[in-house]
Nanobody, 120 residues
Framework: QVQLVESGGGLVQSGGSLTLSCAAS???????LGWFRQAPGKEREFVAA????????DYSDSVKGRFTISRDNAKNTAYLQMNSLEPEDTALYYC??????????????WGQGTQVTVSS
C-alpha cells in the first residue's frame, strides 16, 4: 500500500506558476503516479501521469506544454510543475498511485487534495 499527501497549492495570478508535491509512504517506486483535478460542479479529470521509473509521461491536452510531471523515487515524492496558469486551472488537485500506468481514473490510492486557485 501507499499513502499520499499533496502540498504546494495556493492562490496565484493568471500567468503565474506553482509546483505541487505529492509525498508518499510505502513502496512508492513500484507505482505509477497520476495527477487529477476537480473543479466545483465538474467531474474529476486526468491531468498528468508518470510511470514507476519516470521515463514515461502522459498529459491531458489542456495542460500539455504548460505542466510537467516528475518524480524522485529516492525522496518518495512526485511533483507537478504548473506554468502559465489560467483561471480555468482552478481546482482541487489530487495525486494518485496505481501499479498500472494509465490516464484514466482507475487508481487505487488517492491523496486528500490541495487547492489551486488562479485569479484573472
Amino acid at each position: 500500500q501507499v499513502q499520499l499527501v499533496e502540498s504546494g497549492g495556493g492562490l496565484v495570478q493568471s500567468g503565474g506558476s506553482l509546483t505541487l508535491s505529492c509525498a508518499a509512504s510505502g513502496t512508492f517506486s513500484r507505482y505509477a503516479l497520476g495527477w487529477f483535478r476537480q473543479a466545483p460542479g465538474k467531474e474529476r479529470e486526468f491531468v498528468a501521469a508518470i510511470n514507476w521509473s519516470g521515463r514515461t509521461t502522459d498529459y491531458s491536452d489542456s495542460v500539455k506544454g504548460r505542466f510537467t510531471i516528475s518524480r524522485d523515487n529516492a525522496k518518495n515524492t512526485a511533483y507537478l510543475q504548473m506554468n502559465s496558469l489560467e483561471p480555468e486551472d482552478t481546482a482541487l488537485y489530487y495525486c494518485a498511485a496505481d501499479l498500472v500506468f494509465t490516464a484514466t481514473l482507475q487508481y487505487d490510492y488517492w491523496g486528500q487534495g490541495t487547492q489551486v486557485t488562479v485569479s484573472s
